[in-house]
């Protein structure tokens, strides 16, 4: 028997609707049907009755509740005891990233640990990638969020997700396409990051095409290129990530061919590392205790 499937029973059960359910459990309603007919399927019998007033249990429904209440409870005391083994009742994570992923990524992956684990203090620093890597060798941070591949073998790396390249352009009367060809981006001048590793990405895969960009300017701070683009100062070409959020007055088009940056997090490869370290990797990962 599926222990999820017993979380999403409750769960309906307490709400009152699949629809509702659904919401508070961050899943497609399509997949709490799936969990709910799962279950139903697995013991023969209905749990719950469907109407235009929502959803209840059956009379066995009741009774099947008051089983699945019990046996999570005791899922989460043997969680709690083993949390308790591995010394997760307390201690620390420090954590740097570069400042999009420190922005859209981090702060609800931190909110469902500290949820988990609200004993354990979780310290967040933003960063450039070439000193969050400093940060880690010197052992002032335990894991860094960084774009992968990196160049140094002297850190462990796991991806965490994918952020796609996209153009900004300057809002206009005329009709704009997507994706746009190398041809008609080359009629543009662009707001680069300065000294930026997407700089490099971006010159590179440009480069294949046989040119390269036409620069107006070269700033450091991406919102500030977001909103000079928005001023009709130039084109740009960022991380999805970094350019949020994107304000009226900014188009937002495909590159002819694909560009991804991987967002992977690094810690020090061949040193102990404390648990409450691991169960944070955990949550970035979406596995162990924070598999979906």
Known sequence: M?????????????????????????????????????????????????????????????????YAREILQAREHIEQEINQAKGLQGGRVRIASFRSAATHLLPPLIARFCERFPDIDVSLMEDDPTSIEQAL???????????????????????????????????????????????????????????????????????????????????KEDSTIVSMVAQGLGAAILPRLAALPIPPGVQVRSLPDPLERIIGAATVANILHPPAVFAFLDVLRGSGLFAH
């Open 2 to 66: 599926n222990i999820d499937h017993l979380r999403i029973l409750l769960t309906v059960v307490e709400c009152g609707s699949f629809s509702t359910a659904a919401l508070q459990l961050n899943i497609s309603q399509s997949a709490v049907s799936r969990a709910i007919a799962a279950l139903e399927d697995e013991l023969g019998i209905s749990l719950l009755t469907r109407g235009r007033f929502g959803a209840h249990p059956t009379l066995i429904g009741e009774r099947v509740l008051g």
């Open 137 to 219: 060798r010197e052992g002032r941070v335990d894991i860094g969020l960084v774009p992968l591949p990196r160049s140094s073998e002297e850190f462990e790396t796991w991806e965490v997700a994918r952020d796609e390249f996209v153009v900004l352009l300057p809002d206009s009367a005329q009709l704009i396409p997507d994706p746009l060809t190398w041809d008609e981006l080359s009629t543009y001048s662009y707001i680069l990051y300065n000294y930026a590793e997407c700089t490099s990405a971006v010159r590179n895969h440009w480069a294949k095409w046989g040119q390269s960009p036409k620069v107006a300017y070269e700033v």
